[in-house]
Nanobody, 117 residues
Framework: QVQLVESGGGLVQPGGSLRLSCAAS????????MGWYRQAPGKERELVAT???????NYADSVKGRFTMSRDNGKSTVYLQMNSLKPEDTAVYYC???????????WGKGTPVTVSS
């Protein structure tokens, strides 16, 4: 059974930092492309960052220069380092796993991030 478990969310002041983690099980992690998405209240889910199985990353314009995504294949885990957080980064952050060339993809249950003073 595939499981993606996010952790690391919480309440942080504007300008602060958080590191999200997503631990995967039930998949051959190293061959999956991974992504972080977020959904703010009343808004659609949006892409935040992706990392390919080969380690190439891509970021939404709104987080470029502030967020960094990485992966540790030995731990079957991806990370999202979030710096210089803004109130507009407030959302539930979801982890996604998708194998290139396949339709099937998997989602975690999300971890909430609130940026507020």
């Amino acid at each position: 059974q595939v499981q993606l478990v996010e952790s690391g969310g919480g309440l942080v002041q504007p300008g602060g930092s958080l590191r999200l983690s997503c631990a995967a099980s039930g998949i051959i992690f190293s061959i999956y492309n991974m992504g972080w998405y977020r959904q703010a209240p009343g808004k659609e889910r949006e892409l935040v960052a992706t990392i390919t199985s080969g380690g190439s990353t891509n970021y939404a314009d709104s987080v470029k220069g502030r967020f960094t995504m990485s992966r540790d294949n030995g731990k079957s885990t991806v990370y999202l380092q979030m710096n210089s957080l803004k109130p507009e980064d407030t959302a539930v952050y979801y982890c996604n796993a998708k194998q290139a060339g396949y339709v099937m993809n998997y989602w975690g249950k999300g971890t909430p991030v609130t940026v507020s003073s």
